[in-house]
Structure formats: C-alpha cells, structure tokens
C-alpha cells in the first residue's frame, strides 16, 4: 500500500517551503507528471503513472534545487542543467533505489537536528492556498513510513508488544488522521504538531521495531468496518481521558465535540479495585494519586507520571495579560477564551479548575481577576495558557493538575503551584501504559483492546 507523507519546514508548523533542495543517495530520475485535477486528488499514483515525462538524471551525490518562478512555475537545476516546471505540474524525483536527503529542511534526531533522508520518490507541486509556495510529499509504502514513525516515536528497548500495538496504531492513524489533507492532496503530514511524527529514516531500523511491523503487517484498527482515528499519547498519569474532553470538532471547532465512541477514558491501575483506582474525575483523585508514592499504574514508572511547575505572583502578572490578549487575538485559540465584559486582564485574584474530565483533566478553567473573570476551555489550550517567556515553562506537561496556590499576609497570591501527572493529552493509546501492560503479560491485541475499547483489529 502506498502512502504520500506531506514534508513540513522545520519548525514543523508549514507545509509550504520558499525553497527545497534534495540529494540523492543513487542515480535518480527526475520527471514532471500532470497534476491530478481534483482537488481531493492525493499524489501516490504519480509513481505508477505512464504519462510522466523524463527531464533529467542526476547522479549520485548531485543536488537537485527547485525554487518558485513567476506565475506559479517553479525553477530546477541539476549541477548545471537548468529548467523549468509549468504551473499545473508535479517535479517527481525518483531515487531509483537508494535515498533522498533534504538539504534545504532540518528535523530532530537522536544527535540533534540534521538532514532527514527518504526512501521513495519525493513529489514537488505548488501549493494551492494562499499561503502559496513549494510542496513536497514523500510516496513510499506504508511500512516504510512506520519504519520511520516507529523510529521517532517509541524507544526500540521498550516490549515487543507494546511496540506492536504502536505500530498498529500508527498505521491506522496514517489511514484516518484527524485532519484531513485531502486539501494537501496527501495522505497525512509528517508533523507531531498535527499529525504523528515522522522523522525520516535516519538510522538502521532496530531490530525491535522492524519484528513489530512485520508480526502486524496490512494490521490496522476499525469500528463499524472503517479504520479508527487512533489517538496515542505518551503518558496518561494513571487514567486516560474521553476525545471530547480534550479536542475540538475538527470541522466546526466546536467544544466539547460529540463523543467517540472507541476514546473513552480507562483506568490504568494494574487491580481496579483498589481506592485510588475507583476514583475518577475529582480532584482529590489526582492528589490521591500525586501523594501515593509510585501506585500500582501501568504507566507510573515513568518519569513522566508525575511533575510540578511552580509560577510566581510576579511571573503571573508579568505575562499572564499578554498571553491572554495573545490567544484571545489567535484564530486557533480564540474561540476557547472567554474574557469579561470589560475585556480587560487586572491584578489576578485567583485561578481555579471549574470543570474536570473523568481523568480529572482540567476541562474548564477561571482566572478571577479585578477587572472580571477570564474562562480557558479545552486541554492544549488551558495547558498553553500559562507558558512563561525565557522560563522552563514551554507549556504544561498535561491538563491533569490541581492547585496549590501560596497567598500573603494580605491574601495576596504569592505562587501558585501546579502539581500534574502525565504527559500529553491522554486520550487513546499511551505508550508509557502499553509497556506497563506489556510487561506484564499482556499482547498487543489486549493492550488495543484496552484503549480503544469496542475496535476490530482487521487487514487492511
């Protein structure tokens, strides 16, 4: 099965490159094919096509460089061989069977960031949204992109089963993402920031996680007959969490969105029975949690079960008004900032979980301020609401906190304590539980059965 993985910048925030320049690993071909008319048109045909035409070949080690020309042409040069792509047409580079670098976009490896390298042909296409630009996507076979996935997204030294059970997950995510790229006319796009990351194949693949592609191979996730959208995160914090506590419908931004019948929220203790494990959605269950040590959690091995991030008055009032007006400015998080009447940030009074999903994932929160009350809906964007500039606070770890809030002699806020658990949002899989659970006899089948509850795993 061929899948075509749109190629973001290296902030991995844009899908549109001013500039993109490649090297081929081999020989490579290079083409220009007609670009499919329908917009919804994905490009992993473009491989198998009769109708390309043959440009040039550029040999192993050669740099190939495509920029944006005058009305919506684009520019390539092979060493000194120069020409010219119509608009309405695709630069199709074909490494034969060696690899293709990017020498023009970065990503993060095991030794910091460097050139990804690509096993299958790289397709070059203008964009067709505003923003305009340089595409590229990558048309490989799907276990070559999870080879790659697999690679960035769970350590070759975790259980084989629970690295099974991401593979079947990643692929059925490449299937069915949450956003659709149909626009794109790709499949998915190699971004964490929007879809699971994929890095490239910069290393040989471990042993580990080429035995996991291999055991579940055409394996994917459905319910009623369609593949899944199969959310994972990496640590859950001892319970996962409903979809419609945590994400907005895709289409109408709507908050809380319908529910998924598949991502409800689990608890994670290894005996269900146990006191802290009946507990669900309070917050003293996360300070239950939090004060228990190491409990008896699939996932509470990991260093990323528990953390604390500590604000000052001073931090708070510094920043917390611009950020604020920041989002509340923002197309993407605007619609989950209420402000006051008076639209107005003032001396903060208080901060407060008005609302908690069944994980105790803050839901709802409220910053009482002299100027009127502030609300912040929705997990990522409560979780980005109290980033500090030129701090350790990039973002909260997760939305499942409570707080201990320090006040003055005059009942003033002194600092305000986020105790947490969990990293990520914590709906679906996570990876840190999955090894929790492999390690403790369960399979791959059992572990996907447990966080995406009523699915069928079937051939794709």
């Not at 194949?201 to 055991?215: G, R």
């Not at 004060?291 to 990991?302: E, K």
């Not at 701090?391 to 003033?412: E, M, P, T």
Request: overall charge positive; glycine content about 10%; proline content about 4%.
């Amino acid at each position: 099965m061929k899948l075509t993985v749109g190629l973001t910048s290296s902030d991995l925030k844009r899908l549109s490159h001013g500039s993109l320049r490649f090297r081929s690993s081999s020989l490579a071909k290079l083409y220009q094919v007609a670009l499919p008319g329908a917009a919804q048109t994905r490009l992993g045909a473009l491989v198998d096509s009769f109708s390309r035409k043959e440009l040039a070949s550029a040999p192993a080690g050669a740099t190939i460089s495509i920029g944006c020309a005058a009305g919506g042409d684009f520019a390539v040069s092979v060493g000194d061989r120069k020409f010219s792509i119509p608009a309405g047409n695709v630069l199709l580079v074909d490494p034969l069977n060696g690899t293709l670098s990017s020498l023009s976009f970065t990503r993060a490896g095991a030794r910091g960031k460097g050139s990804p390298s690509y096993r299958g042909a790289i397709a070059v296409y203008s964009g067709t949204d505003a923003v305009g630009g340089l595409r590229a996507a990558v048309i490989l076979d799907i276990d070559d992109y999870l080879r790659g996935v697999l690679q960035s997204e769970i350590p070759a030294s975790y259980h084989i089963e629970a690295i099974k059970a991401q593979a079947v997950a990643a692929r059925t995510y490449a299937l069915n993402p949450r956003v659709d790229h149909g626009p794109d006319r790709v499949n998915v796009c190699d971004s964490y920031l929007c879809c699971q990351y994929f890095g490239g194949l910069n290393t040989s693949l471990a042993s580990s996680h080429k035995t996991a592609i291999d055991a579940t191979s055409h394996q994917i996730l459905t319910y009623d007959g369609a593949p899944i959208l199969a959310l994972f995160s990496s640590n859950a914090g001892g319970h996962t969490e409903n979809y419609e506590n945590c994400f907005s419908d895709i289409r109408t931004n709507q908050f809380p969105p319908p529910a998924v019948p598949y991502l409800r929220g689990v608890s994670e203790a290894f005996h269900p029975t146990s006191q802290i494990a009946g507990q669900t959605g309070a917050e003293k269950y996360l300070r239950a949690l939090y004060a228990s040590g190491t409990p008896r959690t699939a996932d509470a091995w990991s260093h990323h079960f528990k953390w604390q991030v500590s604000i000052s008055a001073a931090q708070l009032e510094a920043h917390l008004h611009n950020t604020a007006a920041k989002m509340l400015a923002a197309a993407e998080t605007a619609p989950f900032i209420v402000p006051p009447k008076s639209a107005k940030f003032g001396h903060i009074l208080d901060v407060a979980v008005d609302k908690r999903g069944v994980s105790g994932s803050a839901v709802e929160i409220s910053v009482k301020t002299k100027s009127g009350d502030w609300k912040v809906r929705k997990e990522l964007v409560i979780r980005d609401f109290f980033v500090i500039p030129n701090s350790s606070i990039k973002r909260l770890k997760s939305a499942r906190f409570y707080l201990d809030i320090a006040r003055n002699s005059a009942g003033l806020i002194s600092n305000i304590s986020f105790k947490g658990l969990g990293w990520g949002h914590g709906v679906g899989l996570q990876q840190t539980g999955a090894q929790g659970w492999a390690k403790s006899g369960r399979d791959y089948r059992q572990i996907l059965a447990h966080y995406y509850q009523g699915t069928n795993i079937e051939r794709a």
